[in-house]
């Protein structure tokens, strides 16, 4: 069904008047009209079809009656677009020309026909309006869904009815309609549809402050005026030159201990533990000797008070290096300051093997391993802790050389050393010893080598400056031979020991077994020359007591005991092996002790017996081990004894070979150094007597 | 004699009491210093009025400091004071100054 306006094509009169007769005839019932068209349209429509249509003619009973010729007569009509009813003499009145005027523009429409359809164009305003309403409705009954698409078309109708009815609705109502009317919805499949949007709960916000604390205030309060300005002044002036008086010592101070943390920073890890470790080495040490320990400090042997005076050793650490094994100890010395430190020098005594040395410092509190430890190309033959400086060492190489050794300073090597170009000795050094700083406060030493010199070495800014004292010849001084004769034989020194008191005087003993007396002021001349020994002079020694006394041994297996005032010896013992070494005790001034190559130790105490030792110990474990070196610890009753497999040996002395004099009851014991030399005068005087009275 | 003796004992006294004596501060080292250097020389421009010198310690405090500096300068005066902690510096000047210099704000 679709709209539809019909006009139709207007008869015009225009054309014949018989025609137009006709016409009108065929006009006069108006209304007709149409139908005779449509009977004239069927009629034409009669021939094609007449077997469609078996129609009888109605026909109106006013119809005219025609003739068969009028039938056939043909009219011409002309249709034109003109209304033949439309009037054609319309006046009207012209204002301007104030006069009637026909109009030539007459309306040509006529309506013969009028329907109202009842579609409608969706986006028309009524069709919009409609759908408003429809969906409203179905808002309402949306039970009813299924029957929509039926009542879509009903509701369409009675809509269009009811639109048609309320044209005159008012326009308000239709509007609200329209507002209240959806957005178009997106049609969802009906049957099988699911939500996916979800909603959440929404975090409630919340507000949140927080107040800072007030920065911390303080309160203060004082008082100022001139006499207190001026007392804190006089104080703070006062206390300025205090300052000032101890800065350039405590400068100092502050220096070395930053060197020394520096120092220990600059280590690497295991040094940083050195100090640790080294105390669980000593404990560990401690919990292992413990015995020997107790040995050494409460342990007295009480067998000796039935021995009467004969007295014994007992041997407590025994002290060994792995590196220094095969390597005879050819100098031992304790340190001055540190009772329990000393230092041994290994090398060899063999002129066909000779091989690297080693320095070694030990502690009898570390009797397992070196406190210090250095190696060297050549062997050690001799050493010498400085008095005053007890961690500044000398040594004699058997190349000659001699070297300072400084244990402060963490080096493996020697700090000091001479060179060939530096006067070095061209034998074995055989002794060196530590004098009293010289005028200009530089540190010096003495050598004695077999190369015939003694030497005297400084050291002037880090570097050793030697001094030749005295150069020997085998025969000393002689010229009264023709000088083309003269062989300058040098006679090789061997050892030396300095006076204590008399800083110029000194000993040599030499190879041949001569000892000279010399002084420091005669390089060329001897004081003296005692015809000592048939062979080496192993060791000289001064009494520590006496002034006058001086003990030597040599490898012809004699000791001797001497007044440096006489040629002859006051005492003379054969032990019947090389005597290596002899030391004085520090504590009495009658007791020494000797090492033979035999293996033992001897020692004597004249004031007991004059003739025989008191007390003869092997202190080696192997038959062909020879001890080599004694020395006595300047405060405890202890010996170190070295030997020629690199072993050293601690042995405590009995309480018989310290035992001082038992004097007459009643009287006071005794003691001190005037009281030493009293009881080493009164034998003196009873061997000298007879030997006096002889040479008288 | 005796005047002299005073006269030369007083010069002697201002010459070798010329250094600032701090007697009490809370700031820190580098605050202190700074402070310090300030002090004396607000106080040697300003020798006679103690009043700009004081000016000029507070001005350049709170310019380097942050705000609300106060100072007294004198040669005699008590005082007990609130003041932010580590932002005090009491000290003598000259021999014959207190300067004190707190912030609180």
């Keep these: 069904m679709s709209q539809r306006k019909f006009s139709k094509p207007r008869q015009s009169t225009v054309l014949g008047p018989g025609q137009g007769l006709k ?163 997106k049609l969802t499949n009906q049957f099988n549809f699911s939500e996916r949007a979800s909603q959440t709960y929404n975090n409630l916000n919340r507000d949140r402050a927080s107040q800072t604390k007030a920065p911390p205030r303080a309160t203060f309060s004082d008082s100022a005026n001139q006499w207190e300005i001026y007392d804190a002044y006089v104080k703070e002036v006062q206390l300025q030159e205090k300052a000032k008086e101890k800065q350039k010592p405590s400068a100092k101070k502050e220096e070395t201990i930053q060197k020394k943390i520096a120092l220990e920073y600059q280590g690497d890890d295991i040094t940083r533990v050195s100090k640790s470790s080294k105390i669980v080495e000593r404990m560990v040490n401690q919990n292992i000797y413990d015995d020997v320990a107790q040995d050494f400090k409460y342990f007295e042997d009480l067998s000796d008070d039935f021995r009467d005076q004969e007295g014994t050793l007992l041997p407590l650490w025994k002290f060994q290096y792995e590196k220094a094994k095969r390597l005879a100890v050819t100098a031992l010395c304790w340190n001055p300051r540190y009772n329990d430190l000393f230092a041994v020098g290994h090398g060899s005594y063999d002129f066909l093997k000779q091989t690297r040395g080693m320095l070694l410092l030990y502690s009898m509190k570390n009797p397992s391993f070196p406190e210090f430890a250095f190696s060297t190309d050549s062997g050690i033959m001799c050493l010498d ?107 090789c020194g061997t050892s030396f020991a300095f006076h204590k008191q008399k800083d110029h005087l000194f000993l040599v003993g030499t190879e041949e077994g001569k000892i000279h007396k010399c002084s420091k002021a005669y390089s060329s001349h001897f004081l003296e020359t005692f015809n000592a020994h048939n062979m080496t002079v ?159 | 004699m005796a005047d002299a003796d005073s006269k030369k004992e007083e010069a002697d006294y201002k010459r070798v009491h010329s250094f600032p004596l701090i007697r009490q501060s809370d700031m820190p080292e580098e605050m202190r210093m700074e402070a310090m250097e300030l002090c004396v020389t607000a106080c040697e421009k300003y020798s006679n009025n103690n009043e700009s010198a004081a000016k000029m310690i507070k001005e350049a405090m709170d310019k380097k400091f942050g705000s609300s500096w106060h100072v007294v300068i004198g040669e005699g005066f008590g005082f007990e004071i609130t003041h932010e902690v580590k932002n005090l510096l009491y000290l003598y000047f000259g021999g014959s100054l207190a300067v004190c210099v707190w912030k609180c704000s």
Excluded at chain 1, 148 to 154: C, G, L, T, W
């Design chain 1, 23 to 185: 016409i009108s005839s065929q006009k006069v019932p108006k209304g007709s009209s149409k139908k005779k068209d449509d009977d004239e349209s069927t009629e034409i429509g009669e021939g094609l079809d007449e077997w469609a249509q078996n129609k009888v003619l109605l026909k109106p009973t006013d119809q005219l009656e025609l003739t068969e010729a009028d039938l056939k007569e043909e009219f011409t009509r002309v249709l034109t677009a003109n209304n033949p009813h439309a009037p054609q003499n319309i006046v009207r009145y012209n204002f301007k020309e104030r006069a009637y005027k026909p109009i030539s523009m007459v309306e040509q429409l006529a309506v013969h026909f009028s329907l109202e359809g009842h579609m409608l164009h969706k986006d028309s305003d009524e069709a919009r309006r409609q759908r408003a309403r429809v969906d409203s409705t179905e808002e309402i009954v949306p039970a009813e869904s299924s029957l929509v698409e039926f009542e879509d078309a009903e509701e369409q109708m009675e809509a269009t009815d009811e639109s048609l009815k309320t044209d005159s609705v008012e326009p308000a109502e239709v509007i609200e309609i329209a507002s209240k009317g959806k957005k178009e919805q």
């Design chain 1, 385 to 491: 802790i400085h008095h005053e400086h007890p961690y500044i060492l000398a040594a004699g190489f058997y190349d000659g050389n001699v070297a300072i050794y400084n244990l402060k300073k963490p080096s493996s090597q020697a700090n000091y050393k001479s060179a060939s170009s530096t006067g070095k000795h061209t034998d074995p050094v055989w002794q060196v010893r530590w004098q009293k700083n010289d005028m200009d406060n530089n540190l010096n030493f003495y050598s004695v080598s077999s190369d015939g010199r003694v030497v005297s070495w400084t050291l002037i800014k880090n570097e050793l400056v030697y001094t030749d004292i005295i150069r020997m010849t085998v025969e000393g001084t002689t010229s009264d031979k023709p000088e083309a004769l003269q062989l300058h034989v040098i006679g």
């Design chain 1, 538 to 696: 192993d060791a000289i020694r001064w009494n520590p007591f006496h002034l006058k006394i001086f003990i030597s041994c040599s490898s012809d297996w004699t000791v001797k005991i001497w007044d440096h005032t006489f040629n002859t010896p006051v005492f003379t013992f054969d032990l019947n092996a090389a005597v290596g070494d002899v030391a004085w005790a520090p504590y009495s001034s009658t007791v020494f002790a000797a090492v033979t190559t035999d293996g033992k130790v001897h020692v004597f105490d004249l004031n007991i017996n004059k003739y025989e030792a008191i007390c003869i110990q092997a202190v080696v474990a192997k038959k062909k081990t020879k001890p080599t070196h004694l020395e006595f610890n300047p405060i405890y009753p202890i010996i170190v004894v070295g030997d020629d497999r690199g072993q050293v040996t601690c042995l405590k002395l009995s309480p018989n070979l310290r035992k001082l004099p038992k004097e007459k009851k009643g009287q006071e014991v005794q003691k001190g150094p005037a009281y030493e030399i009293a009881k080493l005068e009164r034998l003196l005087n009873l061997v000298r007597e007879p030997s006096g009275a002889e040479t008288k």
